[in-house]
Nanobody, 127 residues
Framework: QVQLVDAGGGAVQPGGSLRLSCATS????????MGWFRQAPGKGREFVAA????????YYADSVKGRFTISGDNDKTTVYLQMNSLKSEDTAAYYC????????????????????WGQGTQVTVSS
């Protein structure tokens, strides 16, 4: 089983930027998908973005298209989320997640389909 470590959260003003990172550790260093979810108080986990390593495909929630960019390293063990033009509604705990390399799940937007999770990193956007 792999470990995911996410980091990079903080407090910013509206319109500001942050870059989150998620790195794997342990014996397994390649996953089928890696992605980001977020959860605000009193709400469920919301899909933000994901990357499918084998096909080099990326996916975004409509709410972040044009503002957020997901990318990964060539070794397929690290993923980043560049967040620009942040809004107050982006305030949430952000979680890195991964789907195992031998899983053929296609619904990458469903949190229950993910096998591994980071501890979460808080993003707060306010004046």
């Amino acid at each position: 089983q792999v470990q995911l470590v996410d980091a990079g959260g903080g407090a910013v003003q509206p319109g500001g930027s942050l870059r989150l990172s998620c790195a794997t550790s342990g014996r397994t260093f390649s996953l089928n998908y890696m992605g980001w979810f977020r959860q605000a108080p009193g709400k469920g986990r919301e899909f933000v973005a994901a990357i499918r390593w084998s096909a080099n495909q990326i996916y975004y929630a409509d709410s972040v298209k044009g503002r957020f960019t997901i990318s990964g390293d060539n070794d397929k063990t690290t993923v980043y989320l560049q967040m620009n033009s942040l809004k107050s509604e982006d305030t949430a705990a952000y979680y890195c997640a991964g789907i195992g390399r031998y899983s053929y799940v296609r619904a990458y937007w469903v949190p229950e389909n993910y096998d591994y999770w980071g501890q979460g990193t808080q993003v707060t956007v306010s004046s």
